[in-house]
Structures are given as structure tokens and as C-alpha cells.
């Protein structure tokens, strides 16, 4: 792997994968707001692409730093889509009817509850539309179309913003010399 990625760039990607971690944890285990890990991909694609090549001390190639950049922000992206997914998973699987107030909806277990929470919110004509009218279908086409398309574009987003910090880091100025961290100080006259 080191002649195509940095191992700063693996470091970072391994930073990202606990970014993720956050986003999901802080966001989308509240349901209204689940879109914000949407929202956040490709900032946090952004700040972990400059991040891999700030680790890795690399500003040229262009080439490598934008692997680098990619190489990171895959790995953010895809730790941070299988997290989201598996938070929705829970949800859907986990729901059983009960409502705020202390009453329960009849339904079964899981994504009959969800499909009747969406009935319940005036949502069945746009469901219709999709081709779902109860809980089997609903569960159908929430395996096979949402949840997939949720974690392609997570990952998408988030590779996009990291290529884009890599980018940015290929124009930012390279330091003539780095400051030493032991730099003797000037002894203060007593």
C-alpha cells in the first residue's frame, strides 16, 4: 500500500472511521435528525482529505496527495454509511408501535409499525406511489432501494468532499522550513 498511499493517509482513514462513528452516534439516533449525516459527508470529507496529507507531510504529487485524499475519505465514507445503515436497521427492525404519549399503534412488530407511522403521519398516498401499501412491502423496498442508496450516496459524498481537501491541499503553501518543537528559548534576565 505505501507506494500508492501514505501511511499518514491510512492513519487518517482509521481518524475518519471514529468521525463517523460520532456523526452517526450524535445525529442519526435522533429521528428528525437523521438527514444531518447527509449534511455533514462531505464537510467531514473535506477536513479528513487535508487531514491525510497534513499526516502524511505531502504536498506533491498532486497525484498522490489526491490518493491519498480518496484513500481516506473511502474509508470515512464506507465506515460511515455500514454505521448509519446498521442505525436504520435498528430502528426499523426495533419499532413496536409504542407512540410518545403511552399508547400503542396496532401493528406488528418492526416494518409493519413503520409503514403504519408513515399511515398514521397522512404518508400512504406518496407510499402508494412507491409501490408500498404494508408493512412486506414497505420492508422490500426499504432493503432493496433506500437503505442502498443511503449508503452509496454517504459514501459518495464523503469521497467527493475528501477529493476536493485534497485539491486543496496541492495549492496550499508549502512551509520554507518547519519550527523546531525544542527550539531553545532565550534565558530571561533575572
Known sequence: MSRVIDSGAVFAGWV??????????????????????FLMAPFAGVLIGVYANVRAERWRPRARVLAN?????????IGLALLYMVIRLVFVYGDSGAMP????????????CVYQRYVLEGDAGDLALRGIRDGASYERVFLTQDL????????????GGAVVGGVARTFAPRPTSMPLPSAARPASPS
Request: proline share 7%.
Open 16 to 37: 475518519g472511521l471514529g468521525m463517523g462513528l460520532v456523526i452517526v452516534i450524535a445525529f442519526a439516533l435522533i429521528i428528525p435528525l437523521q438527514a444531518v449525516p
Open 69 to 77: 485524499a480518496a484513500w481516506a475519505g473511502l474509508v470515512t465514507g
Open 101 to 112: 404519549d403511552g399508547t400503542r399503534i396496532n401493528c406488528q412488530s418492526g416494518p409493519g
Open 148 to 159: 442502498p442508496v443511503s449508503g452509496i450516496v454517504l459514501v459518495v459524498l464523503t469521497v
